[in-house]
């Protein structure tokens, strides 16, 4: 796989749900970060919150901090389904020397997963200690590095096999979180491609691929067969739409001339802490109901 792996360090369902949204011809699901929406309440009421808006889903970070099960009971009672939440977060999968402790924590992760209904589990290619600190990655060359990420996630596709769970490479910002080795969508694409397994999909988020490359449109257009989830949120910020940089409504156009048909979270702090704001730009660019 050595030779393989070296071309893509750098290249280019399960609950219940309510009626969809249409975004062009395509049904796309609409969910939304309560990690940082409704930050002042607790989880369970987080998802009262995002139901009453109108969202067919929610998105977790790590799930053992969000009261999990309150939160499959809460999404029952609502109507609602459990989007995703971390896959990994202590282990690192570019790390060859952590490949049992990585395996070990997605079984973990996904029991629950398919104990709550959730639709995805979110990969890192390194662990992230408390306060958003990356593990650094062992001093082995780029390409042995990214073979062991094609290695562990092969392994773990063979775990998710069956069970309606997906697991979802997240690329993340260097500019924030330095020495993560995922620093680009092009490269999670690449190595979906590389392991060419259903269970495995990757993110596009509008934060961080602006914050380390930008060139969004072609980005997302490149990684249309391995995308699972759309994160949008603004820069600067981490915003919610109007309150930045990126012009959301064209990716959208892009994705629905593509007859794309998955996820879009909203994965957004409100500009000035009010979530009715946050909700507010969501509507007027993708309404809600």
């Known amino acids: ?142 390409e042995a590095l990214m073979e062991s990420c094609a290695e562990a996630l092969s392994a773990a596709a063979d775990l998710v096999a069956g069970t309606g769970v997906q697991l979802v490479l997240e690329h993340l910002n260097t500019v924030f979180l330095p020495g993560y080795l995922w620093d680009d969508v092009n490269v999670t694409a690449g190595l979906a491609r590389l392991i060419n397994r259903p269970e495995i999909g990757v993110v596009f988020d509008t934060y961080h691929q602006q914050l380390t490359y930008g060139r969004l449109t072609d980005s997302l257009v490149a990684c249309l067969p391995q995308l699972a989830r759309v994160d949008l949120a603004e820069v600067p910020g981490r915003f919610e739409p109007g309150q930045g940089e990126i012009d959301m409504a064209y990716l959208l156009r892009i994705l629905a001339e593509h007859g794309w048909d998955k996820t879009v979270t909203f994965e957004t702090t409100p500009s000035d802490g009010n979530p009715e704001t946050a909700l507010a730009a969501i509507n007027k660019l993708m309404p809600l109901r």
Do not use: Y
């Open 1 to 142: 796989m050595s030779a393989v792996v070296a071309g893509v360090v750098r290249v280019v369902a399960q609950a219940p749900l309510p009626a969809s949204s249409r975004q062009g011809s395509a049904v796309v699901l609409k969910s939304v970060s309560i990690q940082l929406m409704w930050a002042d309440l607790p989880f369970p009421e987080r998802v009262a919150k995002a139901a009453a808006a109108g969202f067919d889903l929610v998105d977790l970070w790590d799930q053992r901090n969000s009261d999990i099960h309150a939160v499959h009971d809460a999404c029952r009672a609502h109507g609602i389904g459990i989007n995703g939440f971390f896959a990994t977060r202590d282990t690192s999968l570019c790390d060859p020397g952590s490949r049992t402790a990585v395996l070990d924590e997605i079984k973990a992760n996904l029991e629950v997963a398919v104990a709550v209904g959730a639709r995805q589990m979110h990969c890192f290619s390194n662990a992230i200690r408390p306060g958003g600190i990356v593990a650094v990655a062992p001093p082995l060359a780029p």
